[in-house]
């Protein structure tokens, strides 16, 4: 596949699992992706379709993280909720997790742009791997909104928090104690394209959740170089 053939993949195909083979091919390369600090500032979790425990962890995210309130329904003409259960299709995920050294925010300045670096590190290594991904010939999606963290209104950010790491805890023992932060997911499979087609921009409902089938995802041209004479 090349760059120009990629697609934001937002239909995945549940009958079509890409072998273990080509997942560790991507993945393989996560230790080798430089970042801005040296000390492990995020962590990536591969979330397998055949794992109970992983699609468990999946759902919370759709539930509480990966969804906002802003879909405009062409049908109905109003505004719903959208909860990105692309997450639950993809056969295979690649979540990221941010460590944080402590929850006490002391300079508020200075614990945002730490944490700011931190969320840079996330992207770049989520960059290498999309690379990685479309060099694979793998379909892919990046969820990166996680607005749901603060629009329930039965639940606050930190009471999501206290449930997020207990239940990291639980499928991966090894974060107990952590101070993570739910970041980014990188779905990876393979899918349906429904750019300028009769299906672009109709509601996939699956899963209990609704979601947009296509979205434009291509920004504007934004290289800039010397024309030689």
Not at 33 to 58: C, G, R, T
Not at 163 to 190: D, H, N, Q, V, Y
Request: glycine share 6%; hydrophobic share 35%.
């Amino acid at each position: 596949m090349t760059w120009q053939d990629r697609f934001f993949c937002r239909d995945f195909d549940s009958t079509k699992i890409p072998s273990m083979e080509s997942i560790n091919g991507v993945v393989d390369i996560i230790e080798y992706i430089p970042s801005q600090i040296l000390d492990n500032d995020h962590y990536w979790f591969l979330l397998e379709y055949d794992n109970a425990d992983h699609v468990k962890l999946k759902k919370w995210l759709v539930d509480n993280i990966y969804y906002h309130s802003e879909m405009f329904n062409v049908d109905t003409g109003e505004k719903e909720e959208e909860h990105f259960a692309v997450v639950l299709d993809a056969p295979y995920v690649l979540f990221a997790g941010i460590r944080k050294k402590t929850d006490e925010e002391g300079d508020k300045e200075k614990s945002d742009n730490e944490f700011n670096i931190m969320k840079t590190n996330v992207h770049l290594s989520a960059g290498a791997i999309l690379g990685k991904i479309v060099d694979s010939n793998l379909h892919s999606a990046i969820i990166g909104c996680t607005h749901g963290m603060r629009l329930d209104s039965d639940k606050d950010p930190n009471t999501k928090r206290l449930e997020f790491r207990k239940l990291m805890a639980e499928i991966f023992p090894e974060t107990t104690g952590w101070c993570l932060e739910p970041s980014i997911s990188i779905c990876i499979g393979w899918g349906h394209n429904h750019k300028n087609k009769k299906t672009t921009g109709h509601i996939i409902e699956r899963h209990g959740y609704r979601w947009k089938n296509y979205k434009n995802n291509h920004k504007s041209p934004n290289l800039i170089r010397t024309e030689k004479n």
